[in-house]
């Protein structure tokens, strides 16, 4: 069955410092591969998302994810976190039958950004 | 840029109740969803719509919940008998149409409370 996991359920960071969000997938096809941001109050915003080709990926607001199949991975990383980075994010993978695309997330990983 | 709107953004209700959630998807898309975010659990899908008709659905989505397209605008999540354990935060999502890979784009949410 299909499932995304994101290992780390919250995380702190200093401002300026670099981040790297866990996202490992499992899915029978090629997966198709998005990372969302919600933030206080808000709805899932697209950050980047992952179809086909160059397996790194960039994305909105710095974001970029590399796809490793090898490791069942699509990793979120940004070099140089904002305060206005902190917010919940969701990895998910597309999974598709007949007609539709429905997405399976993760549970989150719940980012804190330090001064 | 067109953005999918949602309405309520707060709704508390009675159990056994019946809600309706509205959702205004992105002209000119094709595929319809709600997805649904229990407190401290993950995004779930619960249904997709495409051409008047349900095209996929959850095991969430059984007997009491129903999707209907009553315009060429308005996309509504009923929910006809609300028990507590459907507080929740519930998304739309719409997205433009095939090949499968089309990204979803999601709405506020609207947050519901069953007393």
């Known amino acids: 069955a299909q499932s995304v996991t994101q290992p780390d359920i919250h995380i702190t960071v200093s401002e300026g410092a670099s981040l790297e969000l866990r996202c490992n997938y499992s899915?029978?096809?090629?997966?198709?591969l998005f990372w969302y941001v919600q933030s206080p109050g808000q709805g899932l915003q697209l950050l980047l998302k992952y179809f086909s080709g160059d397996t790194l990926v960039q994305g909105i607001k710095g974001f970029e994810a590399e796809f490793k199949r090898s490791q069942s991975s699509f990793n979120l990383r940004k070099p140089s976190v904002h305060w206005s980075d902190a917010a919940e994010y969701f990895c998910a993978v597309g999974a598709y039958g007949g007609a539709t695309n429905k997405l399976i997330f993760g549970t989150g990983t719940l980012l804190a950004v330090q001064p | 840029e067109p953005e999918v709107t949602q309405t309520p953004s707060h709704q508390v209700t009675q159990m056994g109740q019946e809600v309706i959630l509205r959702c205004v998807p992105i002209s000119n898309h094709l595929y319809f969803y709600w997805y649904r975010q229990i407190l401290g659990q993950k995004v779930e899908f619960l249904v997709s719509f495409y051409n008047n008709e349900i095209s996929e659905k959850s095991e969430i989505f059984d007997d009491q919940f129903s999707v209907e397209r009553p315009d060429g605008s308005n996309f509504t999540l009923k929910i006809r008998s609300t028990k507590l354990e459907d507080s929740a935060m519930y998304f739309c999502?719409?997205?433009?149409?095939?090949?499968?890979?089309?990204?979803?784009?999601f709405g506020p949410g609207t947050r519901l409370l069953v007393l």
């Open positions: 899915y029978g096809a090629t997966p198709y």
């Open positions: 999502a719409s997205s433009p149409g095939t090949p499968v890979q089309e990204t979803q784009y």
